[in-house]
């Protein structure tokens, strides 16, 4: 049985795994390009914690704006419906590979949400 996501370590190891997934796929890499520097991933994995610590954790911890680096990133590199699909996947496969439970739902759940919302801000609009 594996555990539910209870720390921001556990977020850590999330998104870390995540990232690892899309600098190697071929559809997504180029989004993450910026990224392959080590300094320039690990503070933008530090953000992402700091994210999700508030999305479940109701830490507080992060009060900026999410959507807007993702409409500018899609103005530069537009996204498709196949980015989306595969963002999801990607992500849901990183936790599923290692936690399951109540904050394990609530994480993949608001993570389709999100992407419910920047579909609409972006290639539905």
């Given amino acids: 049985m594996k555990n539910d996501i209870s720390n921001r370590q556990d977020l850590y190891l999330i998104v870390s795994e995540f990232y690892k997934k899309l600098l190697t796929n071929n559809e997504m890499v180029h989004f993450f390009e910026k990224f392959k520097e080590d300094k320039t991933l690990e503070k933008h994995l530090q953000i992402l914690v700091d994210f999700w610590d508030n999305v479940i954790f109701h830490s507080g911890t992060y009060r900026k704006n999410a959507m807007r680096p993702h409409i500018e990133l899609h103005q530069e590199k537009p ?32 993570a389709l949400s999100i992407a419910a919302v920047m579909r609409i801000k972006t290639i539905n609009s």
């Fill in 79 to 110: 996204f498709s419906e196949k980015h989306f699909e595969i963002w999801l996947q990607l992500f849901n496969q990183s936790i599923d590979e290692h936690f399951e439970g109540e904050n394990t739902n609530i994480i993949k759940n608001r």
